[in-house]
Nanobody, 128 residues
Framework: QMRLVESGGGLVQPGGSLRLSCVVS????????IGWFRQAPGKEREGVSC????????KYAESVEGRFTVSKDNAKNTAYLQMDNLKPEDTGVYYC?????????????????????WGQGTQVTVSS
């Protein structure tokens, strides 16, 4: 059974940094792509980033490009989302999910249907 557990969220001031972790079980990070999504109150879920299992494709939403970085430690079965220069509009519940990165004309489609298993989410609040 695939399972993902996020951690690392919290309250941070604008301009600050957080690193989210996503510990997986029931599969390996070489088998499934890991997507990161977020959902702000009253808004639809938004795709943040997607990394293919072998790292050949890593995509970011335009809103986080240059500020967020994904990585993983296969030995720890853990994927990471490093978030720097955080802005108030980055506030939301962040989820990691296992599945596939699907791109069209170089752009990640960020469709939730491409992900088969989701974590429970971790809250990120950016506020002064």
């Amino acid at each position: 059974q695939m399972r993902l557990v996020e951690s690392g969220g919290g309250l941070v001031q604008p301009g600050g940094s957080l690193r989210l972790s996503c510990v997986v079980s029931g599969f390996t990070l070489d088998e499934e792509a890991i997507g990161w999504f977020r959902q702000a109150p009253g808004k639809e879920r938004e795709g943040v980033s997607c990394a293919s299992p072998q790292g050949s494709m890593i995509k970011y939403a335009e809103s986080v490009e240059g500020r967020f970085t994904v990585s993983k430690d296969n030995a720890k079965n853990t994927a990471y989302l490093q978030m720097d220069n955080l802005k108030p509009e980055d506030t939301g519940v962040y989820y990691c999910a296992a599945g596939a990165c699907v791109a069209f004309q170089g752009k990640w489609l960020a469709a939730a249907d491409n992900f088969v298993s989701w974590g429970q989410g971790t809250q990120v609040t950016v506020s002064s």
